[in-house]
C-alpha cells in the first residue's frame, strides 16, 4: 500500500480525480466528511444508545453519541500525530501533493465519529438477538430465499457492516449515501472482509466483518482506489492503515472515559479510580498542581486528562514503529497490545 492512493479524495459518482493541492483550505475534503456524519439523522439516532450501561436512569452516563463524539476528538489527536510523524518520514506527500498533517486527524476524526453508527440497540446483546432470530428463530423461514453468504450475513449480523450500510448505500434522491471521501471509508473499515469464508486467525482483521451482500460491489471498489492488499481469500483486505489509529481512539475512550460511568454510578470506588489513573501517569503528574485540586472530581478530570494524553502520545509510538508493517499489511493486532501502559490498562 502507499499513502498516495491511501489518502484518496474520490467521493461516489466522481467523474475527474480531486487533487489535495486543489482543496478549498477553508473546509478541506476531508473535513466536509465530519460534518456530513455530525448532521445525519444516523447518527443523532446514537443519542438513545448507551454505551457500556444499559437503561441507565441518570444523565451521568455515556450514550453512544457522546462516546462516538470523544472517541472523535482523541482520533483527531491521534492523527494529526501520526499525520505529523508520516509527512516527515514521506516528505513528497507535503511537497508534491500538498497533503498537510490536519488531513490524518480530518479522516481520523471522520471514521471515529462514524465508528457506531451501525450498531443497534443494546449493542453486542443487540447483534446476537438478531443473529439469534435468523438462525433459531422465526427468520429462519428467510434461509431458502437468500444466498449462503447473504443468511450469513443475517446470522452473524454485524454492526460494522452496517454502518457501511448506512454510509455509503444509495435511497430514493439520494445516490451514495453520504458520499464520503474513499479514504475516510477506509478508515471506517474495521475488518474488510466478507462474512464468509468465515475461518478466524490471529489477525485483528479477520475478527469479524465490513459489509453485507449488497453492498459488496462498492466495498470492493473502495479497497481498490485506495490499494488495500487483497488477502487470502477474495473479498478480504488488509486494513487501511489510518483504521488502527481509530480502533485505538476507541479503546482509550472505552479504557478511561468510559470508566467514569461505574464511578458516577457508584459501581466503581472513587478512591480505586484515583489509584488506577495514578499508575498510569504518575510519571507525568504535576504534584502541586494535584494536591491543589479539593474536589474528586477535578482529580479525576485531571488524571483523565494525563491519561488520554499518555495513551496517545504511545499509539503514536507504536504505529510509527510498525509503519512499515502496517503499510505491507502484516500488522496484526491493535496499537494498545504494544503499549508499554497495556498492564495498566487492562
Known amino acids: 500500500m502507499n499513502w498516495e492512493q491511501l489518502l484518496s479524495l474520490r467521493r461516489f459518482g466522481d467523474t475527474h480525480k480531486r487533487l489535495r493541492k486543489e482543496q478549498d483550505e477553508t473546509r478541506l475534503g476531508f473535513e466536509v466528511d465530519y460534518d456530513r456524519i ?3 439523522s444516523a447518527f443523532r439516532s446514537l443519542q438513545d444508545k448507551t454505551q457500556v450501561i444499559p437503561l441507565s436512569k441518570t444523565d451521568f452516563v455515556h450514550t453512544r453519541l457522546t462516546h462516538s463524539l470523544e472517541v472523535s476528538v482523541v482520533g483527531r489527536s491521534l492523527g494529526r500525530s501520526a499525520g505529523k510523524e508520516i ?43 438478531i443473529g439469534e432470530f435468523f438462525q433459531a428463530g422465526p427468520g429462519v423461514a428467510y434461509k ?59 489477525h485483528i482483521a479477520d475478527k469479524k466483518f465490513a459489509c453485507f451482500q449488497a453492498n459488496t460491489e462498492f466495498f470492493r471498489e473502495v479497497a481498490d482506489e485506495l490499494g488495500l492488499l487483497s488477502r487470502e481469500h477474495p473479498g478480504s483486505f488488509s486494513r487501511h492503515p489510518l483504521t488502527f ?37 504518575k510519571d507525568r503528574i504535576d504534584t502541586k498542581k ?9 482529580r479525576l478530570s485531571y488524571l483523565r486528562a494525563l491519561a488520554i494524553s499518555t495513551l496517545i502520545q504511545d499509539a503514536t509510538r507504536v504505529f510509527m514503529e510498525h509503519e512499515t508493517e502496517v503499510i505491507k499489511g502484516t500488522f496484526s493486532t491493535a496499537l494498545l ?10
Open 38 to 40: 455530525i448532521f445525519s
Open 87 to 129: 509527512l516527515s518520514r514521506y516528505p513528497h506527500l507535503n511537497q508534491v501533493h500538498g497533503y498537510q498533517f490536519n488531513d490524518f486527524g480530518a479522516i481520523v476524526a471522520a471514521a471515529a465519529l462514524a465508528h457506531d453508527i451501525g450498531n443497534p440497540p443494546f449493542g453486542h446483546s443487540g447483534e446476537k438477538a
Open 144 to 202: 431458502k430465499d437468500l444466498s449462503e453468504k447473504e443468511y450469513q450475513d443475517l446470522v452473524d449480523f454485524e454492526g460494522n457492516a452496517n454502518g457501511f450500510k448506512i454510509l455509503t448505500e444509495s435511497r430514493e434522491g439520494v445516490e451514495g449515501g453520504l458520499r464520503l471521501s474513499y479514504a475516510t471509508l477506509g478508515a471506517f473499515l474495521k475488518y474488510p472482509k466478507e462474512s464468509l469464508p468465515k475461518k478466524p486467525t490471529a
Open 245 to 281: 489509529l481509530v480502533e485505538a481512539a476507541d479503546d482509550i475512550c472505552y479504557t478511561i472515559i468510559d470508566f467514569e460511568d461505574g464511578i458516577n454510578l457508584g459501581l466503581i470506588p472513587e478512591d480505586y479510580a484515583l489509584e488506577y489513573l495514578i499508575k498510569l501517569v
Open 290 to 298: 494535584y494536591h491543589r485540586l479539593a474536589h474528586m472530581e477535578d
Open 337 to 346: 497490545e504494544k503499549s508499554k501502559y497495556k498492564a495498566q490498562v487492562e
